[in-house]
Each structure stands twice: as C-alpha cells, then as structure tokens.
C-alpha cells in the first residue's frame, strides 16, 4: 500500500488579475478553441499533469472521413494552452475502439500517472481505461493492445461508459460509471457500476463479483436509476462512489447518492445505511449530483440542484463524513450553492478540490443579459462558504466565444492548475457543429496539490 504524502506550497504569483477573472496569458487572451473544418470535437474530460500540462479528453466526429466515424480522442496542451506536439499527432490520440457499443466512444475521465503517462477511461467500445504513455502510445502491456474493456453481461447488466476514474493505495485502477440493466418487455434502467483493476488492466477478482460491482436502488419493473460520477480510493483501500439516484419510480427528480465500498467490494456497514447514503437539499429538490472529491475522511459531492422543484437552478455541493452523515458544519447542514438566476441550466457539472479545503464546482448557466450560454464556476472556502475573493460573492461567470449563437456551450469539466481553476467544454465550430473549448481563471493563492494518489 502507497502512503499519500501531503505536500503544499503557498506562492504569491505575478499579477493575474482578480480571482476568477479570465487569465489573459493562457491560450489566446485567456482562451483556448480548437475548430477544425473537418470534424466536431466535444471535451468531456480536463486534468493537469505534475510538469502543468493539460489533458483534455472527450470524442471527434470525424465526418469529413469517408465513413464519418465518432472516435474517442485525448488532447494534450502545454501549461500555457498551446498544443503540446510531442503528444501523439501533433498534440492528438484517438483511442482504436470496437465496433457495436450503444453509446458513442468518448473519453469521460483522465488520471495523470507520475511517471508522465496517463489513464483514459470512457466507452471505449464499452466500458473500459487505455493507458497511453508519456508520448501518447498505447501501453501494448495494459490490457489487450493497450486498452481494458469489463464486461458485465453475466451480472445482468451491459456496461456503458466509465465516467470517472481514481487509484486506491495499492495503485489499482478504480472506475466508476453506469450500465444498461432490462427486463424482457420492459423499459431498461440505467444502473451505477464500478470495477476495480490491477495495474496492467486485469480484472481484480478479489473485489465483488470477479471485479465488478453492480448497484441498483430499485430494478428495471419500477425504472428507477442509478449512475456514478465520481469514485476515489482511501487509504483503508475503499471504494468512494457518488452520483445520482431517482428513487421514486417515474419521477423526474434525482437525489444524491453516496456508496462506499470496503476492500472486497461489498457495501460497508459503517457507512450512512448498510454503505448507502441519499440526500435532497430540501424536499421534492430535483438534485442532479456528479462527481466528488475526498479529502480528510470527507466526500464533497458537486451537481445543479433545482431546475424544477426549487426557486431557481443553483450549483450545489453537499458534504458527508466520514460515517456517512450528512457534515453539517459543512454551508447550511452540508449543503452550500450559488444561484444561476433563472430556470435554465444544462445537468453536466464537475468539482474538484484543492489541498487548501476550497472547492470549485463548474456548470453551464445562461448569461442574465443576453440569455446566451455561458461557463458558471463556484469556489467555496473549507466551511462551505462562498468564496468572496472569488468572482462575485464566490460566482465566476465566463463569457466563451462563440462564432454562431452559442448553442454548443456546455461546461463540462474543471481542474487546477496551480490553484488556477482551468474549466473546459465545448462551443461553437463550422456551423452545426461544436469545438473543443478550454480556458484558465486566475487565482492569486497557489497551492500544490499532493494529495492525489497517481
């Protein structure tokens, strides 16, 4: 087992601006849009490496290829946004994927290695993890030709796409996302799944059922649902899991959902209810929950709260300890959010953490202005509270460029860069169609963060 080693460091860095103003030396003034003529690209995933670079994943539509096909794709920039050409084709991977998935080839989550290589987990013609090297090649010794897909047929249940992915302390490979589960004749039901594997990309039997874990809160019969989109490892090697859950059959409302797993891969007992934990931030709240982040024994969960039940849609994070009671020390009993200001909001959402206790959560919002779509990021201080160095009252709103009308704006994922949040998504490419978009916000505290396990 790896011991997780803290280490930080505070800098008082050159002059970027205000905290959350759009930092005008990354990219081209502060931004960066990659817009081929020739395909569509969307970015689903964002991570930075231990040298700054950054990693972007997500899918290319390649449809000025004889047979248009959708292809899962890793970018690779350099600290300051521009392509990194030593990765793959000139800063570029597509990942091979098999034929006949039900869902389009993506890459939903990255993990940077400390040896400069990197885990990209997504369907990858199913639910799997490439590991690519420092150059961009397929490791030929992970998997099979560098690729792991699991299935889950035998449990009942076709896997879809891994969302998220983390490392426990003994480097095994954690995945976290959802599959497909029917019942002849009958509607089929989205359910959370996770699978744990050994460092080349073997199945670990030793966890749940040969390596995979399933988990339902009701069945197909009564349609409700259930996905994960965050997990992290401990250093007791348990499994954090988090995400969404619609409990109540045919309702279009999702509470949060929390599982943690002990080493084997069965729910432990100590946690909220028989390893389970579901939280509304009040009652009928449709609370659309994601990824989470772990530090010090306490998971904090980022989503959009509300876009029908409440007053207003908001960015919301809850907290839950360590026994898996909701942390109400944590904003107003656990829960901490940030109003968007009217109805809309898109559902996708990321969060992650620095070493200093404050939290940023990334979601798509429409600008109050002009109603166009617009990047939303909230930081909150280590007690939940609205960061007010931050932005306006802890509410940074990001103006992306857009050539058309702004229809392909969708924040999708968010991470640090030396404290800098550096959030990414898609806008407007050609007509029709959408291209990669990534910024960098500034941030006048810098704090490395050690605590990943990589």
Do not use: K
Request: one cysteine or more.
């Amino acid at each position: 087992m790896r011991a997780l080693v803290f280490a930080a460091c505070f800098v008082l860095p050159a002059a970027w601006g205000a905290d959350g103003d759009i930092d005008a030396a990354f990219g081209t003034d502060g931004h960066v849009v990659f817009a081929p003529a020739d395909a569509s690209l969307s970015a689903f995933a964002v991570a930075v490496t231990d040298d700054d670079r950054i990693v972007v994943g997500g899918y290319r539509w390649a449809f000025a290829l004889d047979d248009m096909p959708y292809q899962a794709v890793v970018w690779r920039l350099l600290a300051n946004g521009a392509p990194d050409l030593s990765f793959g084709d000139g800063g570029i991977v597509v990942i091979p994927t098999s034929a006949g998935s039900p869902i389009l080839p993506a890459v939903w989550s990255i993990l940077p290695l400390h040896d400069g290589s990197l885990l990209a987990a997504g369907n990858l013609g199913g639910f799997g993890v490439a590991h690519l090297l420092a150059d961009g090649q397929l490791d030929a010794s992970f998997g099979v030709g560098g690729v792991a897909t699991i299935a889950f047929d035998d449990l009942g249940v076709e896997g879809m796409a891994a969302f998220a992915i983390a490392r426990d302390g003994a480097n095994r490979i954690l995945l976290a996302g959802s599959g497909s589960a029917s019942v002849t004749g009958v509607y089929n039901s989205t359910v959370g799944v996770a699978a744990r594997l050994s460092v080349d990309g073997m199945l670990d039997t030793q966890f749940a059922s040969a390596g995979r874990f399933v988990f339902t809160a009701g069945n197909a019969m009564t349609q409700q649902t259930t996905t994960f989109f965050g997990i992290a490892g401990d250093a007791s090697d348990r499994a954090w899991l988090s995400g969404r859950a619609q409990l109540v059959p045919y309702s279009a409302n999702y509470s949060a959902l929390a599982v943690r797993l002990l080493a084997d891969g069965t729910p432990d007992a100590a946690f909220g209810t028989a390893g389970i934990v579901t939280a509304n931030r009040h009652v009928g709240s449709d609370d659309n929950m994601a990824a989470g982040v772990l530090r010090d024994g306490r998971w904090t969960i980022g989503g959009v709260c509300d876009p029908y039940a409440g007053p207003d849609t908001a960015l919301c994070m809850l907290r839950i300890d360590a026994d898996g009671q909701v942390d109400t020390g944590f904003g107003a009993d656990g829960w901490t959010s940030a109003s968007l200001g009217q109805s809309f909001a898109l559902r996708n959402s990321a969060i992650t953490c620095g070493t200093d206790g404050r939290c940023v959560l990334l979601g798509t919002a429409r600008n109050p202005a002009t109603s166009l779509r617009q990047f939303a990021v909230l930081r909150v201080d280590p007690d939940g509270t609205p960061d007010a160095t931050f932005g306006d009252a802890g509410l940074a709103r990001i103006t992306v460029p857009a050539d058309v009308d702004g229809t392909h704006i969708t924040a999708r994922a968010i991470a640090l860069q030396d404290g800098r949040p550096v959030p990414a998504g898609t806008t407007d490419g050609v007509p029709y169609v959408s291209a990669l978009y990534a910024t960098r916000l500034a941030s006048n505290a810098v704090f490395d963060d050690g605590f990943e396990a990589r």
